[in-house]
């Protein structure tokens, strides 16, 4: 059901994952029942619809800078059903907003700047709030020709600088799932 509308949801861009990545994400999202789900990186909206179908007793909390898409996204989560009290939608730099958030998180998606300048800084700003053993879902993380993608690197100097609390657990495509461990 939902990886049918992860179909639908790609074929239209409403998504910016292939059907693999989306599907990863959603088998994460299923596991965190009355959660805290953090997106960095609305976009089109396509991750903030799959990931409130996968884990519906769960808010989503949906960050992004723009709000050239929200009436697009308020539609579409009208239309499929999600109810308001499942989601909230943030305006803002991902930066600013984590100065005053105040919850423990279970889930983050991390998806919006891929400079590594600003992967670095959303992992040492958000990873503090997410609880032990929570998850952290990355995209555009990955190796290509020996060189390594920003976001990568960023990760990579993150798990250096912190011991390495961020653990892989597995990865689809570009998309790649850590748990942190302390
Ligand atoms: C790759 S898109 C997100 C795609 C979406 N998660 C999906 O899977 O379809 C990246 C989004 O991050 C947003 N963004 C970029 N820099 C940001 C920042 N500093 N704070 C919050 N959002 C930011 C952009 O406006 C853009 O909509």
Redesign the pocket.
């Known amino acids: 059901m939902i990886s049918e509308l992860a179909k639908i949801l790609i074929s239209k861009k ?4 292939t059907e693999k990545e989306a599907s990863l994400m959603c088998r994460t999202s299923e596991v965190i029942k009355n959660g805290i789900i953090v ?9 903030l619809i799959l990931m409130c179908k996968s884990s519906p007793s769960s808010v989503v909390y949906s ?4 709000d050239e898409y929200n009436q697009m996204v308020k539609n579409h989560l009208e239309y499929l059903n999600i109810q308001e009290s499942q989601y909230e939608l943030l305006e ?4 600013d907003i984590s100065k005053t958030w105040d919850k423990e998180i279970d889930l983050i ?1 991390i ?4 400079s590594e300048n ?1 992967v670095f800084k959303d992992l040492s700003n958000w990873i503090p709030s997410v609880k032990k053993n929570g998850f952290v879902l990355m ?1 555009d993380y990955f190796e290509k020709d020996n060189r390594k993608s920003q976001v990568r690197n960023a990760v990579e100097s993150y798990n250096k600088e912190t011991n390495n609390s961020l653990k892989y657990i597995n990865h689809k495509n570009r998309m790649r799932l850590f748990q942190k461990l302390f």
């Open positions: 409403t998504i910016l994952q997106e960095i990186g609305r976009c089109r909206g396509g991750s960050i992004d800078i723009s803002g730099d991902s930066t998606f998806d919006g700047d891929h600003a995209h």
